[in-house]
């Protein structure tokens, strides 16, 4: 027994050295208090540097005239406006684009995707070159390929392509008809509101009516029906407060109406079909990673191959997709930045204005880290929150 | 994405710094045997590389003139090309040793930006150019009301177009790129109705254009841009070398010591040139400088005089053509006035 407890006591009479738990403790504060100090070390640096080298530094210019124009505002900005305002604007043109962006990318991604499964062989060879050309070419270069090779080919303004509804397609974008809602539209919007609500109610009653009996309703074309129906109703009984600013021609471009700019557009489409390459591949694998039973259960219960898609496979997928599909979020707001090269005044090239204007480009590029790092963080927050939503629940 | 990768360099560099006075440029140039020469990245006229690969214009043909002044050689340049948002943080973090790239010299540029502008090279006033063929009728800026304005980032340009605009009481739209080739490329394929840039640049950019007969320059001139080259703040010697180089070649050109007949004026009897050749006995003007006595010969023997300089890249000697107008020497009407050396 004794010689036991010797041995027993032997590791932590030796010395702290030896302690496993010490040890772990002593490199680890080690290491944060190194990685404290050479943080200070460099700020410090840096700022005793611009302050050697004359280089005025500090936020205060955020509150300064900006003095330059912007051409895409979704925001009132003139160059009477701040240079934190510019910047405001720059990241407003960046979300836009990227929630368009993904919106579209998405839509495309799971088309391809599930076209690249279907049993048709025409279909499903188209869908396997859009994704190998796509997801084979540097985004840049798609971009560039819309900006010069589809775009700026168009016939210049006073040779725009008519189209239907008053709208026009040239090389300076594309101009649409403005809608000027007048007195009484209110009554169109509550319409619409109170067409939502109805819906959704109908939805509901008609699952627990299905639970409880087995009957089903046709809950979408009644959906249509209202939501449609309900504000056309609205829009009459207001005594159709509605009318167009058509766009004009006048001495350099059409005026009115309503334009998306060339590089918006190129910028637009080239994110949404790059990502939708990559999205579509993640949308397969999910599908192909729903085990073939499942489906074959279904068919046994005798589900028809549309509701076994949607019912059983699709909700199963998500569970593979989601995760993934959150990077390919990230990666498009990241590659927006390329909107520089063609004059899309996102985040990046008005805080490059900014940043040159003012000389300072420590700021600069230090704004623009956060901005993007914060977007991307709530972007993953949001798909966390559905992740979480359509994760298996066990019961 | 370059000008980034470029602030977050020199927010590197500035973070990594020895903080402790670093040794003159002077010093650091000698070192390494070559001036760093921060020039645009292709305008006509100003700093363009040939066929051959060799930087031509004013601006380029100024470092070599820094050069010769410093090594007696006109040909110990590097050259940087920039864009107009990457210059200023190339020069402020060191990775180039002068910024000789058509930039206007402006106060908040002298003093926030921890830049010292040597002189006025070039200068220049900002212009349009539209083209008459696609719009007739069009003879004045004030005619441009409701355009499409092409125009690069990052520069007066761009402030000088706002200001115009507003203050004529005009609407436009901006069409705005980072880099001097994309801003060409849309304009020539008429993502635009006009460009605006200094004059001398517009002239130089029309001789890119397709079709370079179709297009005018508008007469107005809504701005001042006097172009000069610029170091870094806080080292005096090397601004003052900077700063003679330009007065030498202004002197030079006065003095009527050109390339051709610069060695046969050693012999001269004028004091005036003298002094400027480094021939006076006991003369030491080069030396105070921290340069060698013979600093202007080698100068005008690298590039020669202001002059010749500005015929060769911009005047009558280019296909730019363009007079020397307020460029010239004050003794001929013009503006460039070179103090004198003793």
């Known amino acids: ?395 | 994405m370059k000008h980034i990768a470029i602030g977050i360099l020199g927010a590197a560099a500035l973070g990594f710094m020895a903080s402790a006075a670093s040794a003159g440029t002077l010093d650091t140039v000698k070192q390494k045997g070559f001036i760093q020469c921060g020039v645009s990245t292709g305008l006509a006229g100003f700093s363009a590389p040939d066929d051959k690969g060799d930087w031509k214009g004013i601006d380029a043909d100024f470092c070599r003139a820094v050069a010769a002044a410093v090594f007696g050689d006109g040909s110990k340049v590097k050259f940087t090309p920039l864009s107009a948002k990457e210059r200023f943080t190339a020069l402020q973090s060191g990775e180039i040793d002068i910024l000789s790239r058509n930039t206007t010299w402006t106060s908040n540029r002298d003093s926030a930006l921890g830049l010292d502008f040597v002189g006025v090279t070039y200068y220049d006033g900002q212009g349009f150019m539209i083209n008459a063929k696609k719009l007739p009728g069009v003879n004045s800026a004030l005619q441009l009301s409701g355009a499409a304005v092409c125009v690069q980032s990052g520069t007066t340009t761009e402030l000088n177009l706002a200001d115009y605009f507003k203050k004529n009481k005009m609407e436009y739209n901006p069409v705005v790129f980072e880099k001097l080739e994309e801003v060409n490329a849309a304009y020539d394929s008429g993502r635009c109705d006009a460009y605006t840039t200094d004059q001398s640049g517009l002239y130089g950019i029309r001789l890119t254009l397709s079709s370079p007969a179709d297009h005018v320059v508008l007469p107005e001139i809504i701005s001042k841009e006097p172009l000069g080259p610029a170091v870094r703040q806080g080292d005096d010697q090397w601004a003052h070398i900077a700063r003679w180089t330009y007065f030498a070649l202004l002197n030079a050109e006065e003095a009527g010591i050109t390339q051709a007949n610069v060695d046969e004026m050693k012999s001269s009897t004028d004091p005036n040139i003298q002094r400027l050749l480094g021939t006076e006995p006991d003369g030491k003007y080069g030396a105070d400088l921290g340069l060698s006595n013979d600093w202007v010969v080698n100068i005008v023997k690298a590039v020669g005089n202001y002059g010749e300089m500005f015929e060769r890249n911009v005047g009558s000697g280019s296909p730019l053509k363009i007079a020397r107008g307020i460029n010239a020497l004050w003794t001929k009407g013009g503006l460039q006035y070179g103090p004198p050396v003793r």
Not at chain 1, 153 to 160: D, F, G, K, T
Not at chain 1, 162 to 188: K, M, V
Not at chain 1, 256 to 278: D, M, V, W
Not at chain 1, 343 to 352: F, I, K, N
């Open chain 1, 1 to 395: 027994m004794a010689s036991q407890e010797i041995l027993r006591e032997e590791p932590s009479r030796g010395s702290f050295i030896n302690d496993p738990k010490i040890r772990s403790l002593f490199f680890q504060t080690l290491v944060v208090v190194l990685l404290f100090a050479s943080i200070w070390w460099i700020v410090n640096n840096v700022i005793e540097n611009l302050q050697r080298l004359h280089i005025a530094s500090g936020f205060q210019f955020l509150r300064n005239r900006a003095g330059f124009d912007i051409s895409d505002t979704p925001i009132a900005y003139t160059s009477d406006a701040t240079y934190g305002r510019a910047l405001l604007v720059g990241l407003i043109n960046t979300i836009i684009v990227a929630v368009a962006g993904i919106i579209t990318a998405t839509i495309i991604g799971f088309v391809i995707g599930i076209g690249r499964l279907s049993h048709n062989w025409l279909i499903r060879k188209i869908c396997t070159v859009y994704v190998e050309i796509f997801r084979n070419i540097p985004p840049l270069l798609v971009i560039f390929f819309w900006y010069s090779g589809v775009l700026a080919v168009l016939p210049p303004p006073r040779e725009s392509y008519h189209l239907p509804f008053g709208s026009f397609l040239n090389q300076r974008g594309f101009y649409f008809p403005r809608t000027i809602w007048g007195d009484g539209s209110w009554l169109i919007l509550v319409a619409f509101i109170v067409a939502l609500a109805m819906a959704w109610f109908v939805a509901h009653r008609a699952r627990q009516r299905q639970m409880s009996t087995g009957q089903q309703f046709p809950v979408f074309w009644t959906s249509v029906a209202l939501i449609v129906g309900l504000p056309v109703l609205a829009f009459l009984l207001a005594g159709m407060p509605l009318t167009f600013d058509f766009p004009k021609q006048s001495t350099f471009n059409l005026t009115g109406g309503f334009q998306i700019k060339p590089e918006f557009l190129s910028l637009y489409l080239a994110l949404s079909c790059y990502t939708a390459a990559f999205i579509a591949e993640i949308v397969r694998a999910g599908i192909k990673g729903v085990s073939k039973g499942q489906s074959e259960a279904a068919g046994a219960l005798g589900l028809r191959s549309g509701p076994i898609l949607r019912l059983v496979v699709i909700p199963q997928a998500m569970r593979i997709v989601i995760p993934p599909l959150t990077s390919q979020y990230l990666n498009l707001t990241k590659n927006s930045s390329l909107a520089i090269a063609i004059g899309y005044p996102d985040l990046t090239a008005t805080a490059g204005t900014v940043l040159n204007q003012t000389g300072q480009a420590v700021e600069g590029v230090f704004i623009m880290m956060i901005a993007y790092l914060v977007l991307s963080l709530i972007t993953s927050a949001v798909m966390n929150v559905v992740n979480a939503r359509m994760a298996l629940v066990e019961r």
